[in-house]
């Protein structure tokens, strides 16, 4: 066996002998490197090999002290910029690595390596789009079978029909390929298709489970659909093999706070920016834990802190107009106005920046200028959203039909018969947030966060569980809510047994009851009767004009299409008081309503009923609400942390002359509010 004392024969031998060896044995590859710098001083693949090997040994500074001045005296090779990034990536200094990735793959486009990493840091500096770009290089880059290198292309140009088809014909013939498995999860994924991803990704893993970056797909994929305690472990075993992971990491502090272990998430964001402090959208996510942890000038710290790094970043803007009690100063509104007068803006800053200026206008009652930032920002967020009034509707109509006095006496005695749950529904923005915290106060009720479960199970029950969307109008009509009708009593049994055992891990304390504040569940309060006819439902319910517009100026992360039109809008309220008035026809008592009016005028009493409905004896500290230190991670998180306020209930009045689809929209239910108007489906211009 050579050795590095022993004579080489030519260069070439010498300097490939020693690169196998950089890997198994990297010693002895920096000790061959070595002896071939003695023989040939400056030899450029021999110093190369000698900062790899140290790098690989872990001791990043000498990797460092010898690749940096290799990188600068050689800055057209791609091999040594690469090398660069990487070490400068493990060294934690993250912005430095990108530049040389992004330099070695502009250098030499089909290094699949500098592709793959450079997708991760772009990844954990927040940049999704930018990472997509470069998995798809990487995927380009990796295989050089010409149908999987057309996809990979039609993937960068974003041309995702021209992908998919690509790729679904190349798996006919190769349907083991985990490379083109994982492209196609990636189109899925484009197309919020997520039950299809995941499939797609667990059969990528099935076939290859060292296959890393496929996992982090299906970890994020699993995210997407609040399958949050799904996707937890496969962070975590990401995490065995790289616990530095900045990416990694990241996944797993939003995870963490979605499962409500807000210390926890907190603690590994502190990691990962003490070690990775350039991130803007990481600090912004950072500010968004801290903001639900009730630690609100650390948030405004975050969200500041992210807008030095990136003064662009529209959604560090509008986290600071969510607080809704933070108010902007004059260099913010300046700085707001030069952002949307910029050509080169992005669409996703754009629309945060036209609401975030729209609530500094707002608080400045220049309603006027106001309302035309979100209208602005409103469009725009429209143009990326599906959304039909019609469907919801024809969804409503179904409901009617199927839902009678009959339907559910035939059925009385099903279902699960646990009493923990008080689901609370409505409309958003409704004061629903109120009343979680007021109940979340008394001793024997434990507050959560909104839960996913409700909309999942009737997803699920849909053809296939292959609905993306929790908004109504994206089930498979066919099939929910008519599939109810062909469940035994066993089954609702199971179904409500397995909505417990899914939220078990929301529950933190022993307390006998807890929350699921979901307004939108008010969409599935018949499955909700059905599955735990011992549940508590309260329907949360505010004035029509203040609700609505409360909506239309609210920007959501994620669903809520209805939102982003005042006709939309409209009929979306009128629908839900008609949905919400058959539920009180064929089942009288069952739902629990609170007008959110009465509630600010004679808080106690209201209290007082609602801990009635619940069984629950009344409790001094259900009126000192705002003093409940509990993590709250709606848009009112700041607001229930002070005593109720009158101020705000007329505040929709300032916009009445703008409102006027809206009203038309609505129609008798605002003239009759807080009564419910006579309905007569057969007057409606849509079909069921």
């Not at 009045?653 to 009564?675: N, R, T």
Request: with cysteine; hydrophobic share 40%.
């Amino acid at each position: 066996m050579s050795t590095a004392t022993e004579p080489v024969g030519t260069l070439d031998v010498a300097l490939a002998h020693a690169s196998r060896l950089l890997h198994s044995q990297p010693a002895l590859a920096y000790e061959q490197a070595s002896e071939i710098l003695k023989v040939v001083p400056g030899n450029p693949p021999a110093r190369l090999i000698r900062g790899v090997a140290r790098r690989v040994e872990g001791a990043l500074g000498e990797a460092l002290a010898l690749l940096e001045p290799l990188a600068r005296e050689q800055p057209r090779w791609a091999a040594a910029q690469l090398e660069l990034g990487i070490a400068l990536g493990e060294a934690g200094r993250a912005p430095e690595a990108v530049a040389a990735l992004r330099r070695a793959t502009e250098l030499k486009s089909d290094l699949p390596d500098a592709w793959r990493i450079l997708a991760d840091y772009l990844d954990a500096g927040g940049d999704p789009a930018g990472a997509d770009d470069a998995r798809a290089q990487y995927l380009k880059a990796a295989n050089r079978d010409p149908r999987l290198m057309a996809a990979a292309a039609a993937l960068v140009e974003n041309k995702v029909p021209e992908a998919e088809a690509l790729l679904r014909a190349h798996l006919r013939q190769h349907e083991t390929d985990v490379a083109a498995l994982r492209m196609l999860a990636e189109v899925a994924a484009r197309l919020r298709r997520y039950p299809d991803a995941q499939a797609l990704l667990e059969r990528c893993l099935e076939l290859a489970p060292s296959f890393d970056a496929a996992r982090h797909n299906y970890a994020v994929v699993l995210f997407r659909q609040m399958k949050v305690e799904q996707a937890l472990p496969e962070v975590e075993r990401l995490l065995a093999k790289e616990p530095r992971h900045p990416g990694y990491r990241s996944l797993q502090a939003a995870l963490l706070a979605h499962l409500g272990d807000y210390t926890e998430s907190i603690e590994v964001y502190d990691t990962v920016l003490r070690e990775h402090p350039d991130q803007p959208r990481v600090w912004t996510s950072y500010g968004h834990a801290l903001k639900t942890a009730n630690r609100t000038a650390d948030s405004i710290a975050a969200y500041r802190r992210a807008l030095s790094l990136q003064p662009t970043l529209g959604e560090a803007y509008w986290s600071l107009a969510n607080l809704k009690t933070f108010r902007f100063g004059d260099q913010d509104v300046a700085a707001m106005r030069a952002a949307l007068a910029r050509s080169d803006l992005a669409a996703e800053d754009r629309l945060h920046f036209e609401y975030a200026l729209g609530k500094a206008l707002e608080d400045r009652a220049e309603y006027a200028q106001a309302f035309a930032h979100y209208d602005a920002g409103a469009a725009l967020r429209r143009e990326t959203v599906g959304y039909s009034a019609d469907e919801t509707t024809r969804y409503l109509r179904r409901c009617q039909r199927l839902f009678t006095a009959e339907f559910f006496a035939d059925r009385a005695g099903s279902g699960a018969p646990g009493r923990d749950p008080i689901f609370i529904v409505g409309m958003p923005r409704s004061g629903s947030t109120l009343l979680e915290q007021i109940l979340a106060s008394h001793p024997l009720v434990e507050g959560t966060m909104e839960l996913p479960d409700i909309g999942r199970l009737a997803r699920e029950l849909t053809q296939g569980g292959a609905v993306a969307a929790a908004d109504p109008d994206e089930f498979e009509e066919r099939r929910y809510p008519a599939v109810l009708a062909e469940l035994p009593p066993a089954r609702l049994r199971e179904l409500g047994e397995q909505y417990l055992e899914r939220t078990r891990v929301q529950r933190k304390s022993a307390a006998p009851f807890f929350i699921d504040k979901m307004p939108n569940n008010f969409l599935q309060v018949g499955l909700i009767h059905l599955i735990l006819p011992n549940a508590r439902i309260i329907d949360a319910r505010r004035h029509p004009l203040g609700c609505c517009f409360s909506n239309f100026k609210q920007h959501y992360a994620r669903g809520q299409n209805f939102s982003y039109s005042l006709d939309d809008i409209g009929r979306y309220y009128r629908d839900y008081v008609e949905l919400m008035a058959h539920v009180d026809a064929v089942l009288p008592g069952r739902v629990h309503r609170v007008i959110y009016e009465r509630m600010i005028e004679d808080t106690e009493s209201e209290v007082r009923r609602l801990l009635d409905y619940c069984g629950l004896p009344f409790d001094e500290r259900c009126l000192r609400f705002y003093e409940n230190e509990r993590a709250v991670r709606t848009a009112s998180s700041e607001q229930v942390r002070r005593p109720i306020y009158r101020e705000g209930v007329d505040h929709w009045k300032h916009f009445e002359p703008w409102l006027g689809p809206l009203k038309a929209a609505l129609g008798p239910v605002l003239e009759a509010y807080p009564a419910v108007p006579v309905f007569d489906a057969a007057l409606d211009s849509v079909s069921g």
